[in-house]
């Protein structure tokens, strides 16, 4: 990955035991948003402190950097789309509560 591919891409704290981070994952692959997938429970020790440091203090997942520095913890997958400028797909809370 090119180092300006890389600065425009999110990154992404979470674990697939966490629905509303798997399907965070999941909308982002099918919008085809760059990201990095920290994995909290199975990747890298350190993601659980770096984690900490974002979160309060908590492994709160899905916790979500943006490329200008904000973090969001705990957003909806509508919540990180609108913060990216994309339009949410039709039915995106529906396939949630569905």
């Known amino acids: ?3 300006a591919h890389h600065d425009e891409r999110i990154i992404v704290y979470g674990h697939m035991r966490c629905a509303q981070a798997a ?3 999941q909308v982002l692959l099918e919008q085809r948003i ?3 997938w920290r994995d909290v429970a ?3 020790p350190g993601y659980k ?3 900490r440091a974002l979160a309060r203090g908590h492994l ?3 916790t979500v950097v943006f490329p200008d520095g904000t973090v ?3 957003p909806m997958p509508n ?3 609108t913060k990216l400028n994309r339009r949410p797909p039709p039915g995106l809370l529906q396939r949630l509560l569905g």
């Open 23 to 25: 399907w965070l994952a």
């Open 34 to 36: 760059p990201h990095e």
């Open 1 to 3: 990955m090119d180092d």
């Open 42 to 44: 199975e990747g890298d």
């Open 49 to 51: 402190d770096e984690l």
């Open 72 to 74: 969001m913890v705990e």
């Open 79 to 81: 919540e990180v789309l």
């Open 60 to 62: 709160s997942v899905p």
